[in-house]
């Protein structure tokens, strides 16, 4: 049974993230509406909606069984189990081919349904999230590359 938990470092960041958007909001409302109440309220709106999904929404263990399941706990409650071998991982959606450098989200398709949903990783360190696409059988390490025939001239 393997274990990857958020990191405090990462929760840190995306904390100084948040007051600085706080901030930001805060300036823009006060050189437009010229009101420090509506202002204040606006930037701490932002704030607290940051703080919010960074500690409460984006806080989750993922935990691999021996079973081939995918627990995904909460404040140590289990809000989500998945059965691996149902579903097709990714790190890809499967709209697109391409992904941002800090997209750290998994991708996962029903195999039965086609239904894709996701996991977001964005609190995991980058070793965590590449190790826990490997184990999820989303990272082909071993894969042929894809040749090209060229046209020569």
Not at 43 to 58: F, M
Request: proline content about 1%; some cysteine; overall charge neutral.
């Amino acid at each position: 049974m393997k274990e990857f938990k958020s990191k405090w470092s990462s929760k840190l960041f995306w904390t100084g993230c948040a007051l600085c958007a706080g901030f930001f909001i805060f300036k823009l409302t006060a050189k437009f509406t010229h009101s420090l109440v509506l202002s204040l309220i606006a930037g701490a709106v932002v704030i607290g909606l940051l703080i919010y999904k960074t500690y409460i929404t984006d806080n989750i263990s993922i935990i691999l069984s021996e079973e081939k399941k995918l627990l995904i706990k909460r404040f140590d409650n289990i809000v989500k189990t998945i059965d691996i071998d149902q579903y097709k991982w990714s790190e890809y959606s499967k709209y697109s081919n391409t992904k941002n450098e800090e997209d750290q989200d998994i991708y996962y398709v029903n195999k039965e349904t086609g239904e894709e949903n996701s996991i977001d990783c964005t609190n995991f360190s980058g070793e965590d999230y590449e190790q826990l696409l490997t184990a999820l059988g989303a990272k082909n390490q071993n894969s042929e590359p894809v040749k090209v025939a060229t046209i020569k001239k």
